[in-house]
């Protein structure tokens, strides 16, 4: 059972444009939420992570937003650069229940035209 | 440089063989993990090892058989595979039970199985 679903598995954007990817999860317990990036012939690198009680966080280009009410969460990048062509993955653990395991989405490909 | 590293990155073996996949941290974690990456499907945990125990096994087939001697590294063990197993193998380490949920992860092995 897929407890964290990417449902779009591709986006193209412009460069210079927004970026928007979306993630749902299903599982009330999870608190802790992260976003990967993954380049190819990489591993998964970690990007930007919110926890449950906030809404939202912030890093340069880079903005996570959590809506806990809809199980939602969206990752922002603004703007979008070549370099940002790549596979990112959502991730969600239950950490106030010792539960540090992550569970994946199935990654979104995003590519940026220039 | 991740601090994570994995050994082979790429390794073709026919049903009957025996090969080992291995990994090697250098960043004073407690926790490593085994993730399996099949094309355009989430991460999928295998195996856990936490202070050199292992802590979690996601019914994974005995036909996977994973080492840890120490909390440095961690083998995966592999005999009589099936083509179904060719895949993206990758390793991760985490400060276990303390961390916020950061897995570091290594390049990946890519296992062609025959």
């Known amino acids: 059972d897929q407890q964290v679903k990417q449902n779009s598995p591709s986006l193209s954007v412009q460069e210079g444009r927004i970026s928007i990817l979306n993630c749902d999860y299903t599982?009330?317990?999870?608190?802790?939420f992260l976003w990967y990036k993954k380049y190819p012939a990489e591993g998964p690198t970690f990007l930007i992570s919110?926890?449950?009680?906030?809404d939202k966080n912030e890093d340069g280009r880079f903005t996570v937003f959590l809506n806990k009410s809809a199980k939602h969460l969206s990752l922002h990048i603004v703007p979008s650069q070549p370099g940002d062509s790549a596979v990112y993955f959502c991730?969600?653990?239950?950490?106030?229940?010792?539960?540090?395991?992550?569970?994946f989405g199935a990654g979104t490909t995003v590519t940026v035209r220039a | 440089e991740t601090g994570v590293t994995q050994t082979p990155r790429h390794l073709v073996m026919g049903m009957t063989n025996k090969k080992s996949l291995k990994c090697e941290q250098h960043?004073?974690?407690?926790?490593m993990y085994w993730y399996k990456q099949s094309a355009k499907k989430p991460l999928e945990l295998m195996f856990v090892?936490?202070?050199?125990?292992?802590?979690e096994n996601n019914s994974v087939p005995s036909r996977f058989s994973p080492e840890c001697p120490n909390s440095s590294h961690l083998f995966l063990h592999l005999h009589t595979l099936q083509p179904e197993d060719s895949a993206l193998y990758l390793c991760?380490?985490?400060?276990?039970?303390?961390?916020?949920?950061?897995?570091?992860f290594g390049e990946g092995s890519r296992l062609t199985v025959l």
């Open positions: 991760a380490s985490s400060q276990g039970s303390l961390n916020t949920g950061e897995l570091f």
């Open positions: 599982n009330s317990m999870f608190d802790y």
């Open positions: 919110i926890s449950s009680i906030k």
């Open positions: 991730a969600a653990s239950a950490l106030r229940s010792n539960d540090y395991k992550l569970s």
């Open positions: 960043l004073g974690h407690n926790a």
């Open positions: 090892y936490n202070f050199k125990e292992q802590t």
